[in-house]
């Protein structure tokens, strides 16, 4: 259950990161109007009820009237007709993926887009003239003048995504069927208020706690020894 939480959590920080990183490169890329649209959008997906934004996603892939499995099966994917996305274990964590990814991507993207506008335009201009891509322009360039704030937003998505509780347990009926979606936070739930096991449930809580902690300082770390070496 340990090694599932931290794998479902790495997976949607990276998710959460590239996501919000590439809509706020795009976000400097595109007229005023689609900006302001994009910017409503991702606020609205935001400011959504984590339960309510649960809820909207199991209809969306529900196995009988789901809109998702309509469309698929209409592109000729029969195989998707009545699939149950969240019977499967990968299934079902990938469909909290999405959900969570699509809650938390906003932050990432509004706090990276206002770094990416304090950057000079005169050196990324430059760069641009050199012949860099967009792609040499973000790693050489932007990223290490963005060290700071990704650091910000990669600590807050690891706390984040490390404690996701309400898309969890909405969306797999609380831990999947025979347990296979579990994760601590659901765990460490169950145990103190299902059971009434208060001691057990707080054990959980600390330990939840003390691996956020080492898993924040290993990071930290590693990115102090990347800047020293730069």
Do not use: H
């Amino acid at each position: 259950m340990v090694v599932a939480t931290l794998l479902f959590a790495a997976v949607c920080v990276i998710s959460t990161l590239a996501v919000g990183c590439a809509l706020a490169v795009l976000l400097t890329r595109v007229r005023a109007i689609p900006r302001l649209a994009l910017m409503l959008a991702a606020l609205g997906a935001w400011a959504t009820p984590a339960v309510t934004g649960s809820t909207v996603w199991v209809f969306l892939f529900d196995a009988d009237f789901g809109p998702v499995n309509k469309i698929l099966v209409w592109f000729g994917l029969s195989g998707f007709e009545n699939y149950s996305w969240t019977y499967d274990r990968y299934s079902a964590f990938a469909l909290v993926l999405f959900e969570v990814v699509w809650c938390s991507f906003p932050f990432v993207m509004v706090t990276v887009y206002a770094g990416i506008k304090a950057i000079p335009t005169e050196v990324l201009e430059a760069a641009a003239l050199d012949g860099a891509s967009t792609w040499r322009i973000w790693r050489t360039i932007m990223a290490p003048m963005l060290r700071p704030i990704l650091v910000v937003v990669t600590i807050q998505s690891i706390i984040w995504d490390f404690k996701v509780f309400t898309q969890i347990y909405v969306m797999t009926d609380g831990g999947g069927i025979a347990r296979q979606n579990m994760v601590l936070n659901v765990y460490a739930y169950q145990k103190a208020f299902a059971s009434s096991q208060y001691s057990l449930g707080s054990a959980i809580g600390v330990v939840m706690l003390l691996i956020l902690l080492v898993v924040t300082l290993v990071y930290l770390r590693l990115l102090r020894r990347q800047g020293e070496e730069l």
